[in-house]
């Protein structure tokens, strides 16, 4: 099968059909306007860490990229500045991107981990910091990576940040990871509906989520629920 836009194989690759052709989800995330700046060489930089990361991780998805343009969504509510906008993709983007530093042993493995292999998993967010930050004119998107982890009532890592000392861009993809997280495929279950994420998000407002950012997430709840659904739960069977 080709993606009728970029014309590339999408043969074991999520699609959408598309007035009957078929679309690569890369495709319809752009086709959806969520970019900030779609040619920006800061941007494609970042999109090919995040594709190496998912080669390490053997991740055949797009979830950093979906993730990235869905918190961009909830963003737009309060922020209209471009740079501030890109700097929110970029941080949600490369939220995990921290995971290079961590070893196969305990990165890849496929059963449950010790508690000394959990210290070391939850170091990513200081470890994506500490690669991000050190490059001009992204320093918002390495804050967002460092407290990407955080929870609202200040029990999430790595500094245990409480309401609005976590940045917003964090807040927001707070709500955006947990609901891909919960529709998204996984080896070991079928993810779940959109109702069931949608649910557990308002259960979850005012500890692990900013109520505001929760708000947000249910006054945009027509159009992410739309590209939740085309996130394409079809797939290509021989």
Known sequence: ???????????????????????????????????????????????????????????????????ACHTLVLARRFI????????????????????IGIADAILLKPEALTEIEWREMRSHPEKGFELISQIPDMDEAAQIILCHEERY??????????????????RLFMVIDTLDAITSDRPYRKGNSFEVAREEI????????????????LAEEAVIEDMVINKCHLKFSR
């Open 153 to 170: 009532d200040g029990t999430g890592y790595p500094q245990n940040l409480q309401g609005e000392k976590i940045p917003l861009g964090a």
């Open 202 to 217: 308002i259960r979850m407002s005012g500890t692990q989520f900013d109520p505001l950012a929760v708000e947000a997430f």
């Open 80 to 99: 209209t500045d471009p740079d501030a906008l890109q700097q929110i993709y970029w941080g949600a983007l490369l939220h995990d991107i921290g995971k």
């Open 1 to 67: 099968m080709i993606c009728h836009h970029c014309e590339t194989d999408i043969n074991h690759q999520p699609y959408i059909i598309e007035d009957n052709a078929y679309c690569c989800e890369n495709c319809y995330l752009k086709e959806k306007d969520v970019y900030a700046r779609q040619n920006d060489s800061y941007t494609l930089f970042a999109e090919v860490l995040v594709n190496a990361l998912d080669l390490r991780e053997h991740e055949t998805g797009m979830h950093s990229k979906r993730v």
